[in-house]
């Protein structure tokens, strides 16, 4: 246990300077109000600093641009969380969103040779044993990992993704900071405690560690291949485990063009009409057929070949919805098609956290209108990345939000969307996704399907049927011994526990003062009976104070009860 406690005293203050160089950049871009509220405005020796010139005119910018700057400024960790929080529209308001939707990695490259170094760590070998050829000069690079060109000695072409050095350790240190701070805004700060800021941050901290492994993103890449296998619209670089660890990733090098040049692409001769409506359609079978989706589709993780084919690289952040979460963004797809308010309402309470809204009559009125004002027009005419971020305003004014793997699946159809925009400015999102919905329900009314289904209920009506003598007999058994409990879910309501603490708080307080005005009242008794000196009319002076005392405190507590309306 010491031990323990040691090692944790020297972790806590070995990351005393980052939590310094945290609250200097918090303090430069304005926040200084935050450095107030978490009191460490003098660990951070900034309570006699003055701000200079620069610094004055950057506070004058509006607070999510100072926000996004700070972020960027801060590095890899607050990046990736600015980024996260970019897709949880619950979270943030509009203009937080749009600034954050623009945080970019300005990250320095680190020199070829020491990429080189940790090749030979990770491999076991030097790098001119395992590559032909090995270019030093990075050919692309961002906060976690670089990208370097080789080629092996069979002649193939490879990526040689190698991840920074020490970015392991210096992102555990972040997000243990950051698990800190989500404690402590969640015990002080009411109106950010009711956003669960402990359960953000250990949902990034998670999504982030996985990012790091690129053993984890190798496996997501051999998935998605097997799950395109035999589609000739997509493309996924082949990955060469044997070269591959959780720090360097080696994958078939594959160029193509930037989609988000529709000039270029035309110019090649290719149809960029048919190229927006293949990747429309490859994002629709990931969400709704395979469930296994990429959860960052940005125009720098895609590429085109000449002929067409669409070519998806970064493999470290995938979202996976299971049988019954597709059947529910079908649902959310037909219900907003054909302005089904019932529909929509369903799938949305489905999609939520908590499973049900607080008042139901009003939630289906309000989506009612909603279909009214941004659904009553030609299905060409709606932008589905609009069409879900007013969706989750209104899920937000029902304090509903989603699980967290919706936010992505809504993040990658927005950026899926906005590319196929460039491409064709009149394509049709939501009309191309209806059909795939369909199919889906289609495929469960077959009578495969069906008999699959019937199946499986009769198996289960016979285990519930053969367990139920058991079952009934136990709950008999637990009822005569009084050993049957049923567990109370308490729903935490906007205003959080404090209703709760007060009323424990008082009847605490009212027990307490009970137990000593009854200690008293003993007390004196047993004085005066001993005849404890000093006596005065024959009594003891310090029974006629405990008597005092305790009838005092015990009229006092019945006035409060009195008062309260309290029958006890």
């Given at each position: 246990m010491l031990t323990e406690s040691l090692k944790a005293a020297a972790e806590a203050w070995s990351q005393i300077p980052r939590f310094k160089e945290i609250f200097g950049i918090a303090y430069r871009y304005g926040f200084a109000d935050f450095l107030k509220l978490v009191r460490l405005r003098q660990l951070s020796?900034?309570?006699?600093?003055?701000?200079?010139?620069?610094?004055?005119?950057?506070?004058?910018?509006?607070?999510?641009?100072?926000?996004?700057?700070?972020?960027?400024?801060?590095?890899?960790?607050?990046?990736?969380?600015?980024?996260?929080?970019?897709?949880?529209?619950?979270?943030?308001?509009?203009?937080?969103?749009?600034?954050l939707r623009k945080l970019q990695d300005h990250v320095p490259p680190f020199p070829g040779s020491v990429a080189r170094e940790i090749i030979a760590e990770e491999l076991g070998r030097e790098p001119t044993v395992i590559f032909r050829e090995f270019d030093e000069t990075p050919l692309a690079g961002a906060s976690i990992a670089q990208v370097h060109r080789a080629v092996l000695h069979n002649g193939n072409p490879v990526a040689v993704k190698v991840r920074r050095p020490?970015?392991?350790?210096?992102?555990?240190?972040?997000?243990?900071?950051l698990a800190e701070l989500a404690k402590f805004l969640a015990k002080h700060v009411e109106s950010i405690a009711v956003l669960n800021p402990v359960g953000i941050v250990k949902d990034f901290s998670k999504t982030l560690l996985r990012e790091l492994d690129f053993k984890n993103e190798a496996r997501n890449m051999q998935r998605f291949a097997a799950e395109f296998a035999g589609d000739p619209r997509l493309r996924v670089p082949h990955c060469y485990e044997e070269f591959s660890t959780d720090a360097v990733l080696t994958m078939e090098f594959v160029r193509g063009e930037r989609v988000d040049q529709p000039e270029r692409l035309r110019a090649l001769g290719i149809d960029t009409t048919r190229l927006a409506a293949t990747m429309?359609?490859?994002?629709?079978?990931?969400?709704?057929?395979?469930?296994?989706?990429?959860?960052?589709?940005?125009?720098?993780?895609?590429?085109?070949?000449?002929?067409?084919?669409?070519?998806?690289?970064?493999?470290?952040?995938?979202?996976?919805?299971?049988?019954?979460?597709?059947?529910?963004?079908?649902?959310?797809?037909?219900?907003?098609?054909?302005?089904?308010?019932?529909?929509?309402?369903?799938?949305?309470?489905?999609m939520s956290e908590s499973g049900f809204a607080d008042d139901p009559a009003r939630m289906q009125?309000?989506?009612?209108?909603?279909?009214?004002?941004?659904?009553?027009?030609?299905?060409?005419?709606?932008?589905?990345?609009?069409?879900f971020n007013r969706l989750l305003d209104l899920l937000m004014t029902h304090r509903l939000r989603l699980q967290a793997v919706f936010y992505?699946?809504?993040?990658?159809?927005?950026?899926?969307?906005?590319?196929?925009?460039?491409?064709?400015?009149?394509?049709?999102?939501?009309?191309?996704?209806?059909?795939f919905a369909v199919r889906m329900f289609q495929r469960k009314l077959s009578y495969a399907a069906l008999r699959q289904l019937f199946s499986r209920a009769l198996l289960d009506f016979a285990r519930i049927a053969e367990r139920l003598p058991?079952?009934?007999?136990?709950?008999?058994?637990?009822?005569?011994?009084?050993?049957?409990?049923?567990?109370?879910?308490?729903?935490?309501?906007?205003?959080?526990?404090?209703?709760?603490?007060?009323?424990?708080?008082?009847?605490?307080?009212r027990l307490a003062q009970a137990i000593l005005s009854a200690a008293l009242l003993m007390s004196a008794g047993l004085i005066m009976v001993a005849k404890v000196p000093p006596l005065i009319l024959d009594v003891p002076l310090l029974g006629w104070l405990g008597l005092l005392l305790g009838l005092g405190l015990t009229v006092r507590l019945a006035v409060k009860i009195w008062r309260d309306g309290d029958d006890g």
């Open positions: 020796e900034l309570h006699t600093r003055r701000l200079g010139e620069a610094e004055r005119l950057i506070q004058q910018r509006p607070a999510a641009e100072r926000f996004r700057m700070a972020l960027e400024e801060l590095g890899p960790t607050y990046v990736k969380f600015g980024q996260i929080l970019s897709s949880r529209r619950d979270l943030v308001n509009e203009e937080f969103y749009n600034e020490h970015i392991r350790r210096k992102i555990e240190t972040d997000l243990h900071i429309a359609e490859l994002i629709f079978m990931q969400v709704l057929e395979h469930g296994f989706f990429h959860g960052d589709p940005h125009p720098g993780n895609l590429s085109i070949l000449p002929d067409g084919v669409v070519v998806l690289y970064d493999y470290g952040m995938m979202g996976n919805f299971t049988p019954t979460l597709r059947e529910l963004v079908a649902d959310l797809v037909v219900g907003l098609t054909d302005c089904d308010a019932r529909r929509t309402m369903h799938a949305l309470l489905g009125a309000d989506i009612e209108a909603f279909n009214e004002n941004h659904l009553n027009k030609p299905l060409k005419d709606i932008n589905i990345g609009y069409v992505l699946g809504i993040k990658a159809l927005s950026q899926i969307e906005a590319v196929g925009l460039t491409l064709n400015p009149d394509l049709n999102f939501m009309a191309l996704a209806k059909p058991a079952d009934a007999r136990e709950l008999y058994l637990r009822l005569r011994a009084g050993k049957f409990n049923i567990p109370i879910e308490h729903r935490v309501q906007p205003d959080g526990f404090e209703p709760l603490r007060k009323t424990l708080h008082q009847v605490a307080n």
